[in-house]
């Protein structure tokens, strides 16, 4: 796991040294363990190492065995013992112990094609001199991050935005478009970012840097077809040693490893599975909050318990919040609107004081149906065929009479989908996740924006390229095409940023074993009726793993590692919230409406309507503007 970085010029220019450290250092959080580079012809590769895998003999750039070739790589390939036994039975001369020599010789063979054989995750950067190429390119589901931009012929990348931008010779200007999306997702999608010509490398993509332009090429796809035709009990013991053998392929380390369990179903299987794998006690590390209905510890404790694990417990309070939400916008580069990146950030921070590996149940839930979104999902379409007269007057009546659900995270589901109905003559009917995810709807964007702004901006564009995508999945059902927009936009965009950015802030690596291609591939090609029963998801995920959880942890519904922000808004932050999108160096207003800002925070308030989620992307929004102006 490292930071990798680097600077190519097209025409052969001399490079600048200087700008290229600096580059890398910024990103030292990122690799405390060593630094490297190499340097030749205008081009430049830097790297910041944190050793995992042969610590002793992987120190970075590495090269083939004439040096023509050279690589950075950040992450970790679990099949390399594979791969490598196989290239010394060809013939390659390999001297070292490591995963990333052996992309350096796969590509030899194979150039970028050579990336289909690498099961794990990944970002890389890979010079090769004799065609005066350089590959980059990112894992499959896109755990890995890569950022770039070309100024005066030069092609700039880094692991992160910030320490990017702190080298280009001219700052790029703010790409408002970019920020009307914001407002709908709380984040960014790929390929864009905050920055008007500065981008983000799609997942499953490698771009090709050579003679001065840039290519980008997809090199993997999802497919939903066809369907597996084995038997229940069949397909239940098919995922139980698929699961098993990605997470044994996680526990290769060579420095101490442990996870974070957050007491629901997906974490919970992960440490089942590697108690089972390990001969010691797990180190597992948990987060809580003061706040019952949102805490999971007592379920993480059970989880805990039965396994015999070493626990670790962490309380996140209102009072860590403004100290802390500044820094990790810095390390997003771009406001990011996630609230769950707040107990991450400090989860990390607790568990990097025990391990350096920390694996998690990311990526569970959407390949097996977990979001209570994909079962309130029909009631979009059906809502949509009702004749006006009922859309107009039935549905709105029936939400106004729902209690708002607010912060609840379990049950709070069902509640929120009815009062999101009348808004859905926005939405094209087609983009699901967009339909019970976004954060402000066309509507509230229209009254939040200055005029002269919103005219410049498509403020649909959001739900247009959802919609695009859904409309284009290789899925013959609305819950598959669901599951797969979800795969494209939100788990790179979002999960997997605030996973990447929160655990690496304190030089720890973050590994997911339901985020293994080969499961998410077989995931894939489950019929439906397999990942969701009427109002239970994961189903087969539940049948597979039932004798390994405890039975409050298997009969609790999805409950997400969200914070009471609502509530926290209402009561300790009012003040600093008022202070920060209404206070007379309010750093939003000359984007947005001042009596519109101000009527979201009265209205929250005074508990007609909870915008709390809402709020926290403005305030998250306003603190990245003012750090970045």
Known sequence: MCGICGIADGSGRSLDQAALHRLNTALAHRGPDGEGYYEHNGTGLGMRRLAIIDVAGSDQPIFNEDKSIAIVFNGEIYSYQHLRAGLLQRGHQLRTNGDTECIVHLYEEEGPECL????????LAL????????????????????????????????????????????????DLAAIDQYLSLQYIPEPYTAYQGVYKLPAASYAIWERGELHIQRYWELNFEPKHAA???????????????????????EVPLGAHLSGG??????????????????????????ENSFSELPLARQVAERYGTEHHEFMLTFGDIPATLETLLQHFGEPFADPSALPLYHLSRLTREHVTVALNGDGGDESFAGYPRYWLDPLADTYLRLPSAVTRRMVPALAGALPDAGDRPVGRGLSNGIKRLPQLTEVDARASLLRWSSYFTVAQK??????????????????????????????NTRLDRTLYTDIKTYLP??????ADRMTMAHGLEGRSPFLDHVLVEWAARLP?????????????????????????????????????VGAWLRGPLEAWLRELLLGPEAPLVGWFRRDALAQLIAEHQAGKQDHGKRLWALACLALWKRSSA
Do not use: C
């Not at 038997?231 to 995922?239: H, K, N, Q, V, Y």
């Not at 939040?448 to 999945?473: C, F, K, S, T």
């Open 493 to 498: 965009g979002a999960l997997l940023v605030k």
């Open 127 to 174: 010079w090769d001199e004799n065609r005066g190429r350089l590959l980059l390119a990112r894992d499959r589901l896109g755990k890995k991050p890569i950022f770039y931009t070309v100024q005066d012929g030069k092609l700039y990348w880094a692991a992160e935005l910030g320490p990017l931008l702190s080298v280009l010779p001219r700052q790029p200007e703010t």
């Open 265 to 290: 179903i997906d974490s919970s299987i992960v440490v089942a599975l590697m108690a089972e794998a390990s001969s010691g006690p797990v180190k597992t590390f948990s987060v809580g909050f003061e």
């Open 446 to 475: 229209t009254a939040l924006w200055q005029p002269a702004v919103a005219a410049g901006l498509n403020l649909r564009q959001a739900e247009h390229d959802m919609a695009a995508i859904y409309a284009a999945a290789p899925a």
């Open 116 to 123: 289909r054989h690498l099961r794990g995750m990944f970002a």
């Open 231 to 253: 038997s229940e009990d069949a397909l239940s013991a098919e995922l139980r040693e698929l699961a098993a053998e990605a997470v044994r392929l996680r526990l290769i380390s």
């Open 528 to 564: 439906v009726r397999y990942k969701l029963r009427g109002r239970q998801g994961k189903y087969l995920l539940r049948k597979a793993f039932a004798d390994k959880l405890p039975a409050d942890v298997l009969a609790h519904g999805k409950q997400g590692f969200g914070i009471p």
